[in-house]
């Protein structure tokens, strides 16, 4: 048998690949009188199972770029690629599946449909997908976890804020997508109940080796983050990695 190759070591860390690569985004929107850029050119990358968290000031484009990776809005120029796939001028249809396939997305207004329990909220994107049936299960799991597993039936209305948004973690998880993306997840929440929130979230995200892409404009928020992002006037103004991540 053939001996196999040996590539010598160099002693420094292969950064794992990447599941989300931006290339010279931008994103630009004409009014009657001139030429809004909301995003003037962003090259991006972000490894498998990376916490990045996406700071900066009102007006900077943290939304806009998180819309984006989700495919809700489409870019005036460049590329997203999300675990290989271009997702730059697919049709809703197919978006729809990649986003079926490969996102969760924690929304700070919490989205639920309120005509559907607390269960068929979160097994909501997976009936979408069309794999409901075999995910039944793991929707009640996903609300155990985050104890709610008395409130299977409860509609949204009669959930506090901070259940509200516990299910909506849940539903961001329940097809177990390679990438987790979430807006403002503790915006609309009390400190304490935030905080529990935030705990959840982290926790499901280790256990569940997701990469996690969040805007906050918490720093105490970003502070658990392996990487913060700083964005200002539509460009990365900084973007600083925890000393012990690779």
């Given at each position: 048998?053939t001996d ?6 160099t ?26 850029e ?13 916490f990045?968290?996406?700071?900066g ?9 998180l ?14 690629l999300?675990?290989g796939v ?11 599946e ?6 969760g997305?924690v929304?700070q ?6 005509t559907?329990?607390?269960e ?36 949204p ?9 516990r299910?909506?973690?849940a539903?961001?998880?329940?097809t177990?997508?390679?990438i ?24 499901l995200n ?12 918490d720093?105490?928020?970003?502070a ?23």
């Open positions: 048998m196999a190759i040996q590539i010598p070591s002693g420094v860390p292969i950064p794992p690949p990447s599941i989300i690569e931006i290339v010279h985004l931008t994103r630009t929107i004409d009014t009657p009188s001139h030429r809004v909301i995003l003037r050119g962003i090259d991006l990358a972000i490894p498998k199972g990376q990045a968290a996406i700071m000031p009102s007006g900077s484009g943290k939304s806009t770029l819309g984006l990776l989700a495919g809700l809005d489409s870019a005036t120029t460049g590329q997203v999300l675990d271009d997702i730059t001028g697919l049709t809703e249809d197919q978006m729809a990649v986003r079926g396939r490969k996102i997305f929304f207004s919490f989205q639920l449909i309120p559907l329990t607390a068929e909220n979160v097994l909501l994107p997976a009936e979408l997908a069309g794999v409901g049936a075999e995910n039944a299960q793991r929707a009640r799991d996903l609300l155990h976890r985050v104890g709610l597993s008395q409130r299977l039936d409860h509609y209305v009669q959930l506090s804020g901070g259940e509200q948004q299910v909506a973690l539903r961001a998880f329940v177990k997508p390679p987790l993306l979430a807006d403002e997840p503790t915006g609309n929440l009390d400190g304490k109940t935030g905080q529990q929130v935030l705990e959840l979230l982290l926790e280790r256990i569940e080796g997701t990469t996690l892409v969040l805007v906050t404009h720093p105490a928020l970003a658990h983050a392996d990487r913060i992002i700083t964005l200002r006037d539509g460009l990365i103004a900084s973007d600083v990695l925890k000393a012990n991540q690779n």
